[in-house]
């Protein structure tokens, strides 16, 4: 045989040298749930190791991440119910907690790198990420409302801003509300393919922003459509976005491979709390071992052509590559 692919397996150097895929600390961002108080680190029951911090804690757990080398944090805000209504206003209000935390992240560690997150349903009495009235999620009045979210965000210094509501023209809405008012230089990651997926679970459990009535298959998108996601990227890229997100990553895998072959944005994707969760629980029951789980996971997102990986495993990577 002239030919035998083994040869190429036969030495842990000579499968370094054609390794195809590489997956370092720098594609990776590790979520952080924030919530108001001081001294706070509460586990999230149905995602065991990861928290929800108080400032102070915050500040301690990306202290932690940047002596490991991780830089990048996507920052979700835990609100008390009795500051939510309806049009969200408590998003850009000057006494915001989670603004104040982005301030004094950035001020403290100006290396990093913080995504935030565009959608009323933290601050939304409805639990929706887009104003409701009468049942309906109304798309065109919530825009005004997210462009003015996010130049609170960009005032606070989060260098991405990130809309995750899928409300359509809010990418379009949200650039030009930040270039108007100077923030040029602050990017857009635009969850772009956000699915209408089961895997939000402890996600929502982390923030308590479930919807109070309904779903969100109006505005998130079907699990069966992947050209769909195609024109939401079309749409995003010419509307101004600088990031092209999948959410969630695993069952849509195709979706990442199809957006990193027909645009030249870099695409991250969404290694979300269910996925995550999912694997957690199978290791405590004995079924898989997770420290070499997880790697494989990873890598086989960044294969399908993430240029980002969002997943709440960053922290345990880093530590242990």
Known sequence: MLQRPRRNRRSEAIRGMAQETHLEVSHLVQPLFLLDGRGIRKEVASLPGTFRFSPDEAKKEVESCLKLGLRNFILFPAVEESL????????????????????????????????????????????????VKDGQILNDETLPILARMAVAQAEAGFDLIGPSDMMDGRVGAIRRALDENGFTQTGIMAYTAKYASAYYGPFRDALDSAPKSGDKKTYQMNPANAREALIEAALDTEEGADFLMVKPALNYLDVISLLKQHFELPIAAYHVSGECAMMIAAAQNGWLDLEKAVPETLLSIRRAGADVIITYFAKRYAERR
């Open 84 to 131: 939510k209504d309806p049009h969200a206003t408590y998003s850009y209000h000057p006494d915001n907690f989670y603004l104040r935390v982005a301030r004094e992240l950035k001020a403290e560690f100006p290396e990093s790198c913080l995504i935030s997150d565009v959608a009323m349903d933290p601050y939304s009495s409805d639990g929706h990420d887009g104003l």
